[in-house]
């Protein structure tokens, strides 16, 4: 079974640009959670989504968005981006249960 | 709101010692499920046990074991006979049913030296 799968792996942007990163979940898991994780401050919680449905949004400007289709492929979008969106963005997904597998995650840097 | 501490930014261990890392939580819940993930420099994040609150016994698997303490809302990963892979970073994480939510501390570094 083929794991959580994120694109792109690398990212370089300036600031005011958007970005769009895609998530594909495991084969069957309609679950898809999404991170940001920067150096000293560990993983935060940016959304979930479940059958296209976000069920909870974390502390993070509206900047910040997601979408989920319905074969559960997830995408996560910023818009305007700042100097303080460099971070590693992880995607996880997981049956609904409560393990979740994660993809290898998009490290965005921005100018 | 819940909360996971990890104070422990970094640690050492000798190969084939015993380590291990610990990690606080603040919950009001009595139904919850606590884990531990580890993240080597591949960066690809992996679950290395899993602890649900209703249970009073602790979980192993093979050389990594829990120390679960409930009541003073503690979660301690214990290493034994330490490998060289398992130099990572390590995240203690909390999740209640109902949520979608979990929250991670911000990790323990652990290095292995040979």
């Known amino acids: 079974k083929a794991g959580v799968t994120q694109t792109p792996r690398y990212l370089i942007k300036t600031r005011g640009q958007q970005v769009t990163l895609s998530c594909s979940p495991i084969?069957?898991?309609?679950?898809v959670s999404w991170y940001q994780q920067t150096p000293g401050q560990g993983l935060q919680f940016l959304f979930e989504?479940?059958?296209?449905?976000?069920?909870n949004k974390g502390n993070f400007p509206g900047r910040f968005s997601g979408r989920q289709f319905s074969n559960s492929r997830s995408e996560m979008n910023v818009s305007t981006l700042e100097l303080g969106d460099s971070a590693l963005y992880l995607c996880?997904?997981?049956?609904?249960?409560?393990?979740?597998?994660f993809g290898a995650g998009t490290r965005l840097s921005v100018l | 709101a819940q909360t996971v501490t990890q104070s422990q930014p970094e640690m050492s261990v000798q190969e084939a010692e015993t380590v291990t890392l610990s990690c606080t939580y603040d919950?009001?819940?009595?139904?919850?499920?606590l884990f531990w993930y580890k993240q080597p420099p591949s960066r690809q994040m992996i679950l290395v046990i899993r602890q649900e609150a209703y249970k009073q016994q602790n979980a192993t698997e093979n050389r990594f074991s829990v120390n679960f303490q409930k009541a003073a809302k503690s979660f301690s990963l214990k290493i034994s006979d330490s490998q060289l892979g398992d130099a990572a970073m390590y995240f203690c994480a909390y999740h209640t049913s109902g949520t979608y939510k979990y929250i991670f501390g911000t990790g323990t570094r652990l290095k292995v030296l040979a």
């Open positions: 919950t009001s819940e009595s139904d919850y499920y």
């Open positions: 084969s069957g898991h309609r679950s």
């Open positions: 996880a997904s997981s049956l609904e249960g409560n393990i979740q597998y």
């Open positions: 989504y479940f059958s296209e449905t976000q069920r």
